[in-house]
Each structure stands twice: as structure tokens, then as C-alpha cells.
């Protein structure tokens, strides 16, 4: 089976998702992004690798945060962008994902940025797309959301740069979560020794421990001298029902309070992919608290989302060209 | 019409024939083995050297989509594929548009078959008024209309009352109920077995637990009332393990796996292949193995090819949008030669699984060679390779995870009723 996402040379063709490539590749969008984080501090914030080019945000699933953090990248690439809304509207008037995508692929979209509730839906628009087209999957259903996964990456790094002594816990509902399945596979490939889950069983996928991970129920055992706490975010829906009795309940058990993080090594930093339900999953006080490295995942998610762009754009070496605009 | 079929290697299950011998029809009908009768004189010769003469095979479980899919499929196309497959009699699911819940529609359907003159189509009726699982449906009036069995296609009854009392009026009179095992509320949104692969993807799992669940209650129900069930397209091995147990135990029942089970698991789904989306779900390798296992020692009665086209654009559209369904009529005897060659077991018993037992759980006269029966016969080259590829099969659904495959067992000749129905180019 050919991987999707690297081409003939092993090069990368479109992100669909962490799992399937090389720790080579997740290294090179990482130390690229480096070189990146720098351009928003300039007084112009702008490089020219995407000039001419037309970046098309494909959002089939409403998102603010990451189509927002998308648009500035790929500005600040110096693309023009097109952001669509493609909600039940236009598809509830029959119009299929592929006629939605073949129509933009005739206005010259370059890239594509995906969002969509099915898992899978960017797989099947990059098998579809012609070869000079890119396609990027801002979140498929439950399975992948790689540049969150990324600038996760990237944040951890810039705190704890040695990877490979690190103890990871991924907290709260990875059943549904993209994002837990791309940080687990993020973690596993850069060579992090021990990745823990932490959830109660109705919010954890079937065999989860395939993936490479220590399974915990209990928060306070799971969190015992961790040196990263990732936190997931719980849908409104699934906070009643079948899954989880009330929300305060999980609060209990499973939110993060101040008391429960004191189990982590001291220097323990805590991350959320955003948007967060406070007095759900976490406590305000730590959210807002000196461990918690929450806004600089957003500011970070920039420069990875500008990197994995400059790449799939082919610029041979990015990084050096960013650096010679400044 | 007289036709001699010369020099074949004869295999028919039923009357333990296995040697090489020549066929004479008359009438439409097998009238000798071996030796011609007297003063037959044939006006076709069919030569058959090197091939296999075996009985026209009969599926369990062909999807024809008429009435109402007409898009998906139509009556001639997909009799067209069976024939071209070697399959000469097929049962096909009540779950049409509107569903065979009425005598009038089936015999409408049987009308038409009969029409085109292809394969012999086998109505499984509605078990209950369309499909609802609440009324039964006129069970004695689709009888005598035509229908072999009963059948709820891949829609559970939810209320255990109606299937007790489904099972109790289909004993009463002795009628068939063909089953499919997923208990509703654990399998509901799901498209793809729960484990490995389906967490992985981050598709709805469909537990194991959801197979042994309803299969729990229809072993119970049937124990109780006595119907004669079969289980159609079983898929995991605990399945296999409670059907061997209650056949020990004299449970009324049969049951069958579809060729696709028997070669494929969760992980050939890969960067989600629609074509891999299928009902029940792909299982696991633990599972395939059983499935084979049961097949060997007859806790499983027969393989189905669970035929069931699919348009192209309802399967261009991500994993679990994407619509149910494989095609399989032409694929069923090279899938049932490629398993058996693996596992060793002889041309005749493979047959068999897929002719004589499936004739026999749905209770009609086909299937064998006996003198005196219908000429229902596939001629095929067991050695013969040749690759799979959509666009070059009859059915109109193109849809196969088997896309690419090369493949021993072509089907040469077919002939239904003492005519040659298909003829390979």
C-alpha cells in the first residue's frame, strides 16, 4: 500500500495525518517552523514562499480557531486565501464533497485546507485531487488532526527539548478526540518512552493500547511524575448520556484541578488544544496558572502551519529562505 | 435440443461424482452421465477438456436492486453477472423499494426473472410488513407466490416479542428464516469492526459482542419455538463457536459466511477503502480463521457471495457515507477456489459450499447433477487465471475490494435449463 502522503521521493505530497510518516519528516516541519516563529515579531510579517499561490480553506465543519490560525499562515506566506463555509446548506442541495472540490480545483485552488466530520474525508479529497494539488486535513472526524498534533509537538519541544526522557499524560475523551489519536502518534514516532491515556472506559477507543500507549483509569495514578499533561477537550453532548453521567462528575474525577497537577513532576507544563470548558475538563486556576503553556499552542500553531505549507509548496529549503527575508 | 458436454471433469457433490465424463441433456434436462442413451444424437457438442463440469452454482444472498435501486442495478444486469459467474439459481433480500412485503411484487419479480431466461431468482419475502419489525407479514400468501424464506435482510427486529412470534408462525408451517445477527443498539452509526483498526481510523466500531448478542436470542427464540433458521453471513469466531454448540445441541439451524469474510479482515480497510465497507463488518484475522475453520468442519453450512451493487457515486464519498456493499456474483466460485486451494480441500467440497448446501437450505431442486434434473450447469478452468477488474464485469455494480486481483477459476460456459446462457469470449 503506497502512503498517501509522500511522493516518489519520499517527500511529503499532502498531510492527512501523523501516522504513516517518517520521524525524518516530523523533525524537518518542526526545526522549519523554527524559522518561522520569528516572522510575526517582524515589523512586517510577511515572506513571499507562497506568492501567486491560492490557498483554499475547505471548512465542511464549522471552526473558528483553526480556519483563523489557517488564514494567517497562509497571509503571512503572502498566499491568497479563500475561506468556505461548506455547511449542510450546500450539501444538503446534493452537491457532493467532490464537485464542491472540482469546482475550486477550476478557479486554480493550490492547496487545500480540509475540515470535515467524517474520518477519512481528507484521504478521499487528496486520492481524488490532481498531482499538483495539496491537501492539508485540518481535523477528520475522530481520526487525525495533524498540525494540532504538530504544534503540540513543537510546544513540548520548546519546554522539553529532550523527547526521548519524557513521561506524556493525554487526559479525557481520546474515544472522539482526532486530536489524542494525532498527539499519540506524534509522541510514539519523535521516540517519547511513555505515552499514558487517562479516561474513563466509555471514552476510550477499542484496543487503545495498540497504539502504543499505557492505559489509566485513575487521574491521580496516571498523573503520578508525568512531565507533560495534554488535556482533551469533552463535547457538550457527550457530558450527559450513556458516555459520562454529568459533567461535574467528570469534573471530579477527571477535570484537572491544581491538586490533581501537584502529582506531576513540579516543572510539568499542561496543554489544551483549545476551545476549553472550564470547570469541565480544567480548573480555570490552572488553565490561567503558571504550568499551563495554552496560549503559546496558538501562537506556535502559526509557524507549523506555515511550515507544513512552505513545504508542500516545494520550497527545497524553507527555512533558509525565510531566514533571508529578515 | 440436444446437447453432449465432452470430455469435462465432472464434479457433482451430491451423487459423489469426481471423474471424467461426458453429459447429455434433452429436453432441458440431464437425462445420462457417462455413457449416451440410446439413439441420442446431439445437436450441440460442448467440448469440455481440461475444464470442470460442475452443477450451475446457487447463492444465498444476491442483491438484484429491482424494484427501486434500477441506478444501482437492474434484473438483467445482475443476472446477467450471475450467469457469468457460473450461478444459475440465487436468493435475493426482500430489502427492494418498495420491499417484497407483497405476493403481488414477488411475482412480478419471478415474472421478469423468468423473462430474461438467465439465473433463477429465489425471493426471500419480508419477514415482517415492510421490514418495520412490528407486523408480520402475509408469510402464506408470499409462500405460494414464490418466496423460499423469510428474511428481515440487514434490518434487526428490535422488539423480541415479534421475533418470538415471527419464529413461532414460520414453525407452524414449516417456512425458512434466513437471520442476519447485529444487535441494533450496539451496532447503531457503526461501520467498521471495533478494535484495532477502527480505533486507529477513528471510524464507529461495531463490537464482536453485537454478533453473539442477537445471535444469543435467535438461538433461544429457535430452541423455544422450533423454527428452522439460518444464519446469514455470520463474521466472528465466537459466532462460529455458539452456532457448532447449538447444532450439537440439535438447534434447527444453518448458517452461511460470504466469500468476502473468508479472505479479507478490518486491516484491508488501509487508508479507508470504501470498497471495504461492508455489513456485517471485516473482522479480525482471529475471526477469518474461525470462519474457516467452521466452514471445514460443518458448523458452517455454506459461502454466499452477499452480491450487492452499488452505484460509483454512492461510494465516492468518505469511509462511513460511503454506501454498503461489494459486488460478488462473478467472484463467488474463484473466491470459494482461492480459500479451499489454501486450505487444502478438495474441488468437490468447495463446490458443494457454494451448489448442493445452498440448494439445500433453501429447499429447492438444484445444485446437482442427478439424472432427471434441471440442466443447470457451470463449465469452468480451475487453472485459469485472470485479473479482476471493475470495468469488466457484467454487474453493474463495480464495486469489489478484490480490485487488481489475479485470480484462479473462469467461468467458460454456463447453462441454465439445457440452454447456454453465458459463453466466455
Not at chain 1, 136 to 149: E, F, Y
Not at chain 1, 280 to 294: L, R, T, Y
Not at chain 2, 68 to 74: I, L, P, R, S, V
Request: aromatic share 4%; charged share 20%; hydrophobic share 40%.
Amino acid at each position: 500500500m503506497n502512503n498517501p502522503q509522500l511522493d516518489a521521493d519520499g517527500r511529503l505530497r499532502h498531510l492527512l495525518s501523523i501516522e504513516g510518516l517518517p520521524k525524518r519528516i516530523l523533525n524537518q516541519i518542526l526545526d522549519t517552523a523554527e524559522s518561522f516563529v520569528g516572522v510575526a515579531e517582524r515589523e512586517v510579517k510577511k515572506v513571499p514562499l507562497l506568492r501567486g499561490k491560492t490557498v483554499c480553506n475547505l471548512f465542511f465543519e464549522n471552526s473558528t480557531r483553526t480556519r483563523t490560525t489557517f488564514e494567517i499562515a497562509a497571509k503571512r506566506l503572502s498566499a491568497d486565501v479563500i475561506s468556505l463555509n461548506v455547511n449542510t446548506s450546500s450539501q444538503s442541495k446534493g452537491e457532493t464533497i467532490l464537485d464542491t472540490v472540482d469546482n475550486l480545483i477550476a478557479m486554480h485552488a493550490d492547496m487545500f485546507v480540509v475540515r470535515h466530520s467524517q474520518s477519512g474525508a481528507a484521504h478521499f479529497i487528496a486520492k481524488h485531487v490532481p498531482d499538483h494539488i495539496h491537501v492539508i486535513n485540518a481535523g477528520d472526524g475522530r481520526h487525525s488532526h495533524p498540525t494540532q498534533g504538530l504544534l503540540d509537538m513543537f510546544t513540548i519541544r520548546k519546554y522539553k527539548p529532550d523527547l526521548h526522557n519524557l513521561r506524556v499524560a493525554i487526559v479525557g475523551d481520546v474515544l472522539h478526540s482526532r486530536v489524542a489519536r494525532s498527539e499519540i502518534h506524534a509522541l510514539t514516532t519523535l521516540g517519547v518512552p511513555e505515552v499514558r491515556v487517562i479516561a474513563p472506559k466509555t471514552l476510550l477507543p477499542a484496543q487503545v493500547e495498540k497504539l502504543g500507549v499505557h492505559v489509566f483509569h485513575d487521574m491521580k495514578a496516571g498523573l503520578k511524575d508525568v512531565d507533560v499533561v495534554m488535556m482533551l477537550r469533552l463535547q457538550n453532548e457527550r457530558m450527559n448520556g450513556a458516555m459520562l453521567p454529568s459533567a461535574q462528575e467528570y469534573f471530579k474525577t477527571y477535570g484537572l484541578t491544581q491538586d490533581k497537577l501537584n502529582l506531576a513532576k513540579p516543572d510539568a507544563i499542561v496543554l489544551h488544544p483549545g476551545p476549553m470548558n472550564r470547570g469541565v475538563e480544567i480548573d480555570s486556576s490552572v488553565a490561567d496558572g503558571s504550568q499551563s503553556v495554552i496560549l503559546p499552542q496558538v501562537t506556535y500553531g502559526i509557524a507549523v502551519r506555515m511550515a507544513v505549507m512552505a513545504m508542500l509548496a516545494g520550497g527545497q529549503n524553507p527555512g533558509s529562505q525565510a531566514g533571508s527575508q529578515a | 435440443m440436444k446437447i453432449q458436454i465432452k470430455n469435462g471433469h465432472v464434479i457433482d457433490p451430491k451423487n459423489n461424482i469426481d471423474s471424467q465424463l461426458d453429459v447429455f441433456i434433452a429436453a432441458g434436462k440431464i437425462v445420462a452421465l457417462g455413457k449416451a442413451p440410446e439413439g441420442f444424437i446431439a445437436s450441440q457438442t460442448i467440448d469440455a477438456s481440461n475444464l470442470t463440469v460442475c452443477p450451475g452454482l446457487v447463492d444465498l444472498s444476491a442483491r438484484l436492486r429491482e424494484p427501486g435501486d434500477e441506478y444501482k442495478a437492474t434484473l438483467i444486469s445482475e443476472l446477467q453477472a450471475a450467469v457469468a459467474g457460473g450461478v444459475t439459481s440465487l436468493a435475493c433480500p426482500p430489502d427492494t423499494d418498495p420491499v417484497l412485503d407483497e405476493p403481488g411484487l414477488v411475482e412480478m419479480l419471478k415474472h421478469r426473472a423468468k423473462q430474461l431466461n438467465l439465473a433463477h431468482v429465489y425471493p426471500l419475502g419480508a419477514l415482517t410488513r415492510q421490514l418495520q419489525g412490528k407486523v408480520l407479514s402475509e408469510m402464506g400468501e408470499l409462500r405460494e407466490a414464490g418466496c423460499v424464506g423469510f428474511s428481515q435482510a440487514n434490518i434487526a427486529i428490535t422488539d423480541t416479542q415479534v421475533l418470538w412470534r415471527a419464529m413461532e408462525y414460520a414453525a407452524t408451517f414449516g417456512f425458512t428464516l434466513f437471520l442476519h445477527a447485529e444487535e441494533p443498539f450496539l451496532a447503531k452509526d457503526g461501520v467498521a469492526h471495533d478494535g484495532e483498526v477502527a480505533s486507529r481510523l477513528g471510524l464507529k466500531g461495531i463490537p464482536s459482542a453485537a454478533e453473539a448478542l442477537a445471535l444469543a436470542g435467535i438461538l433461544r427464540i429457535a430452541k423455544e419455538t422450533g423454527a428452522r433458521i439460518h444464519i446469514s453471513r455470520l463474521s466472528t469466531a465466537e459466532g462460529v463457536d455458539m452456532i457448532r454448540e447449538a447444532k450439537k445441541h440439535g438447534v434447527n439451524i444453518t448458517c452461511d459466511v460470504s466469500a468476502n469474510h473468508l479472505h479479507l479482515t478490518e486491516h484491508d480497510i488501509g487508508f479507508f477503502d470504501a470498497n471495504c465497507h461492508l455489513k456485517p463488518p471485516l473482522r479480525t484475522q482471529r475471526d477469518k480463521d474461525a470462519l474457516g475453520a467452521g466452514l471445514k468442519d460443518g458448523t458452517i453450512d455454506a459461502i454466499c457471495s452477499d452480491h450487492t451493487p452499488v452505484d460509483d457515486d454512492a461510494k465516492l464519498a468518505p469511509f462511513a457515507e460511503a454506501e454498503v456493499g461489494a459486488t460478488g456474483l462473478e467472484l463467488l466460485l474463484a473466491l470459494t477456489l482461492k480459500w479451499a486451494n489454501q486450505e487444502k480441500l478438495s474441488l468437490a467440497k468447495a463446490i458443494a459450499l457454494i451448489s448442493q448446501s445452498s440448494a439445500k437450505i433453501l429447499g429447492i431442486t438444484a445444485g446437482d447433477l442427478s439424472v432427471n434434473a434441471n440442466a443447470d450447469i457451470c463449465i469452468f478452468d480451475a487453472n485459469e487465471y485472470w485479473e479482476i477488474v471493475p470495468s469488466a464485469l457484467k454487474s453493474q455494480g463495480k464495486n469489489t475490494p478484490f480490485n487488481g486481483l489475479e485470480i484462479a477459476g473462469r467461468v467458460k460456459t454456463t447453462l441454465v435449463n439445457g440452454q447456454v446462457v453465458y459463453q466466455s469470449e
